[in-house]
C-alpha cells in the first residue's frame, strides 16, 4: 500500500511550493505539486499607462529581478511596433546576461548546492587532503591549506555553538550523500565565497539600471544616459568598472562553479544521470538577439523538442490561440467559458475561485482544485522550460558553442546523451548555460563600446506620445528567465491596458495535471524517483530544486481572518 508523505513547504526556493508524494516500496509512485499562494499581479496592471507597467509586474520577484520588466516592456513595444536603439539592446542583454550569472550561481550554492554537499562531514576533512584536491580542479587561488583549515574552524564553531544558522535542519548523515569529507569542505568554502562575490556582479545593474534589485527599464530602450566624458553621464570610468566585474564573474564560474560542477557530476552520475528527467518535452522561447528583434540572431535559439527527440525542432508561436492555453482543471480559479476550457493568454482571465479546504490541511483533494497554478499547455502537451529546455534546443539545432561544450561535458563525465535528461543533466545545464552567459556578455560590452563611437542613442521615443498609438493594440514580450520560457500578453486599448497576463516559467513547469490526467513537469520528475527515508525526503529535494522554483509571483497566504499563516521550516 502507497504512503503519501507531504513536503509543505519546500525550503530553499522562492514562494509556497507544496508536495506531496505517494511512496511504494521505497520508490514514489506518484506525485502532487501545489502552489499555495495566489498571484493577482494581472489585475493590479489594468486600466494602467501600458509604458507604467514594467514598474508593477517587475516586482513579482526579487530574485530573477529585472526579467519581468524586460519582459513587459518587450510586451508594449511588440504592441506598439517599436524598434529600440542598438545600444539599448546590448544594454539590456548585459544586464540579462548578469541576471543569469547571479541568479545560477545563487541558485546552485545556497539554494541547491546542500541537497549534494554534506557541510557536517566538511569537520572530517583533512584541510591539506582539501588544498591538494581543490588544486586538482582549477587554478583558483584560494586554495591554501591554511584557507581550508579556516573554513573548517568556522563551521566548527557553528556545530560547537549549537547554532548551525544557515546550516540548520539539514539532513545531515543521510546515506544518500557521497562526496568525501575534503570535497565537502571544498563545497562549503565556495559556498561562502558565493555569498561575497554575488554581491559584486549586481553593481552592473544599478550602473545602467540605477539599482538592483528592480533595475528601470523604459519602453523604447534604457533610461541609461552615456557620453564617455560626462561625469554626471555613464561614462567611460564607469563602463570599465562595468567590465571589471563581468571578467570577476567570468573568472568565477571559470575557476569555481563549473568545476564544482563536473565534481558533482563525477560522483552523482551513476544514479542521478538517470532520475528526474519527468516529462519528454522541451520549449525554449530564445533571447538575447543581436541584431534587432530576429530570432536568427539569437544566442539562445527558439524551439521545442517532443519526446525527447533530438533530431527536430519544431517552431513556436506564442501569439496562435492553437498553440498556447491555459488550463484551470485543477486550479483554483474560474474561467467565463467554464471549468475544461482552455485560453489563449490574449483572453486570459485571472477570477479566483478557492473552495478547497483551509491550510494547514492533511492532503491535498487531488481529485479536484489544488493549486494556485494554472496549467499551460502547446498544442495540448506539457512542456518542460528551462535552462535544460534551452540547451536542448541549442543541441538539437546545432547551435555553437552550446553543442560543442554539451560534447565537451558529456565526455568528460563519461555519459551518454541520454543523461541530460535528468536531475543531473538539469542541474548540469545550468552551469553551462552561465559560462556561455559570461562569455556573451563581455561580448555584447565590446559591441556596446563600437557602437558608442558613431552614435549614443538609447531610446527611440517617435511614438512615445500616446496620439500616435492605435486605439486597440495587443503584443507579447518573451524572454528566457533565468528559470525558463517567459511570454507577458497585453491588450492595449484607447491608450490603457485592457487585458494583461502572465506565463511563467514555474507555470509550465509546478503546474498540477490537466483534464486529460497529463502530469507537468515537477510531478513527472518525481515518479520513480527511490526514497531512502520518507521522513528524510532529500531526494525529493534533490529533483524539485534542480528546477530552480520559484513561485513568488503571488501575494501572501493569509487565513480568512486575515492574519498570516505560518508553518515550520522544512530543509
Same mark, same amino acid.
Given at each position: ?24 516500496? /521505497? ?25 507604467? *507597467? ?7 520577484? /526579487? ?239 527558439? /524551439? ?43 483572453? /486570459? ?16 483533494? *487531488? ?108 503584443? *507579447? ?95
Amino acid at each position: 500500500m502507497a504512503e503519501r508523505i507531504v513536503v509543505d513547504p519546500i525550503t530553499r526556493i522562492e514562494g509556497h511550493l507544496r508536495i506531496e508524494a505517494e511512496i511504494e516500496g /521505497g520508490v514514489i509512485k506518484d506525485a502532487y505539486s501545489s502552489g499555495t499562494m495566489v498571484r493577482g499581479i494581472e489585475t493590479i496592471v489594468k486600466d494602467r499607462d501600458p509604458r507604467d *507597467v514594467w514598474a508593477f509586474v517587475g516586482r513579482v520577484c /526579487g530574485v530573477c529581478t529585472s526579467t519581468h520588466s524586460l519582459c513587459s516592456v518587450r510586451a508594449v513595444e511588440d504592441a506598439l511596433d517599436i524598434v529600440i536603439p542598438p545600444n539599448a539592446q546590448m544594454v539590456r542583454n548585459i544586464m540579462a546576461n548578469v541576471l543569469y550569472m547571479h541568479d545560477h550561481v545563487v541558485h546552485f550554492y545556497h539554494l541547491h548546492a546542500l541537497d549534494w554537499v554534506d557541510v557536517v562531514s566538511a569537520l572530517k576533512a583533512d584541510p591539506a587532503a582539501a588544498s591538494a584536491a581543490a588544486q586538482q580542479l582549477s587554478a583558483w587561488p584560494k586554495s591554501s591549506t591554511g584557507y581550508f583549515k579556516t573554513i573548517k574552524d568556522r563551521v566548527q564553531k557553528f556545530v560547537e555553538s549549537g547554532q548551525l544558522g544557515i546550516f540548520a535542519n539539514g539532513y545531515w548523515g543521510h546515506p544518500a550523500y557521497k562526496l568525501t569529507p575534503e570535497q565537502n569542505l571544498i563545497a562549503v568554502a565556495h559556498y561562502l565565497e558565493a555569498l561575497e562575490w554575488q554581491k559584486e556582479i549586481v553593481k552592473v545593474h544599478a550602473v545602467f539600471g540605477g539599482k538592483n534589485p528592480h533595475p528601470n527599464y523604459l519602453v523604447g530602450g534604457m533610461p541609461a544616459s552615456i557620453n564617455l566624458n560626462e561625469a554626471n553621464a555613464i561614462n567611460a570610468e564607469r563602463l570599465a568598472f562595468v567590465k571589471e566585474k563581468l571578467l570577476e564573474a567570468k573568472t568565477f564560474i571559470d575557476q569555481v562553479y563549473i568545476p564544482d560542477i563536473l565534481l558533482i557530476g563525477s560522483v552523482y552520475k551513476n544514479d542521478w544521470g538517470k532520475i528526474g528527467g519527468g516529462i519528454s518535452n522541451y520549449l525554449a522561447y530564445g533571447d538575447f538577439p543581436m541584431d534587432g528583434a530576429d530570432p536568427a540572431s539569437y544566442k539562445m535559439p527558439r /524551439g521545442i523538442i517532443l519526446d525527447r527527440d533530438l533530431s527536430k525542432v519544431y517552431p513556436v508561436d506564442a501569439n496562435s490561440p492553437e498553440e498556447i492555453q491555459e488550463y484551470i482543471y485543477h486550479s483554483w480559479y474560474k474561467y467565463s467559458k467554464g471549468n475544461n476550457a482552455g485560453l489563449h493568454p490574449y483572453e /486570459g482571465e485571472t477570477e479566483l475561485n478557492y473552495t478547497g479546504p483551509r491550510p494547514p490541511y492533511q492532503h491535498l483533494d *487531488v481529485n479536484d482544485k489544488y493549486s494556485w497554478v494554472k496549467t499551460p499547455r502547446w498544442k495540448e502537451k506539457p512542456m518542460e522550460v528551462g535552462p535544460l529546455s534551452r540547451m536542448l534546443v541549442a543541441y538539437a539545432s546545432g547551435k555553437e558553442p552550446q553543442k560543442s561544450l554539451i560534447d565537451d561535458t558529456l565526455k568528460a563525465l563519461d555519459l551518454p546523451a541520454e543523461a541530460l535528461f535528468s536531475t543531473l543533466g538539469r542541474t548540469a545545464a545550468r552551469a553551462l548555460e552561465s559560462k556561455l552567459n559570461a562569455d556573451w556578455a563581455l561580448e555584447c560590452y565590446d559591441k556596446l563600446i563600437a557602437n558608442l563611437h558613431n552614435d549614443t542613442r538609447m531610446v527611440n521615443n517617435e511614438k512615445w506620445e500616446e496620439e500616435s498609438w492605435p486605439k486597440q493594440a495587443k503584443g *507579447v514580450g518573451l524572454t528566457e528567465a533565468p528559470r525558463g520560457a517567459l511570454a507577458h500578453f497585453v491588450v492595449i486599448e484607447n491608450g490603457r491596458v485592457k487585458n494583461y497576463q502572465l506565463v511563467v516559467p514555474s507555470t509550465w513547469n509546478a503546474s498540477p495535471r490537466d483534464e486529460k490526467g497529463q502530469l507537468s513537469a515537477y510531478e513527472a520528475s518525481l515518479i520513480g524517483t527511490p526514497v531512502h527515508d520518507p521522513k528524510l525526503p532529500l531526494e525529493i529535494l534533490r529533483t524539485i530544486h534542480s528546477f530552480d522554483p520559484c513561485l513568488a509571483c503571488a501575494v501572501h497566504l493569509y487565513d480568512e481572518d486575515g492574519k498570516y499563516v505560518h508553518q515550520m521550516d522544512t530543509f
